[in-house]
């Protein structure tokens, strides 16, 4: 499955952006989704996922309660709603599809798919 990353840009900080992945090629609803982001000098890290339905989705500690995580399966893609945003989520963001929740979570390892990223600024 190929995956295509889109909506990042420069926002200040407090502001919203929304991300979408779509995907295609392959069977979507078949795949655990997930958003990472690598800001610059630091290793790639895990922000969300969501099963493989949408009912259950996955946050790290840095973005829960800011950020949502959604998917739909008739058009084929993931979703990153970024609210409240800090200058410390300035990265650049990749969608993933893996084969299990815990798979994803780990990270490259548990994921057979990386879309192409996009950078999201975010000004203090």
């Known amino acids: 499955v190929q995956l295509q990353a889109s909506g990042g840009g420069l926002m200040q900080a407090g502001g919203s952006l929304r991300l979408s992945c779509a995907a295609s090629?392959?069977?979507?609803?078949?795949?655990?989704m997930g958003w990472f982001r690598q800001a610059p000098g630091k290793e790639r890290e895990f922000v969300a996922a969501?099963?493989?339905?949408?009912?259950?989705?996955y946050y790290s500690d840095s973005v829960k309660g800011r950020f949502t995580i959604s998917r739909d399966n008739a058009k084929n893609t993931v979703y990153l709603q970024m609210n409240s945003l800090k200058p410390e989520d300035t990265a650049v963001y990749y969608c993933?599809?893996?084969?299990?929740?815990?798979?994803?979570?780990?990270?490259?390892?548990?994921?057979?798919?990386w879309g192409k990223g996009t950078l999201v600024t975010v000004s203090s």
């Open positions: 090629g392959g069977t979507f609803s078949g795949y655990v």
């Open positions: 969501v099963s493989w339905s949408g009912g259950n989705t």
């Open positions: 993933a599809a893996g084969s299990s929740i815990s798979g994803v979570r780990q990270g490259t390892n548990g994921i057979h798919h």
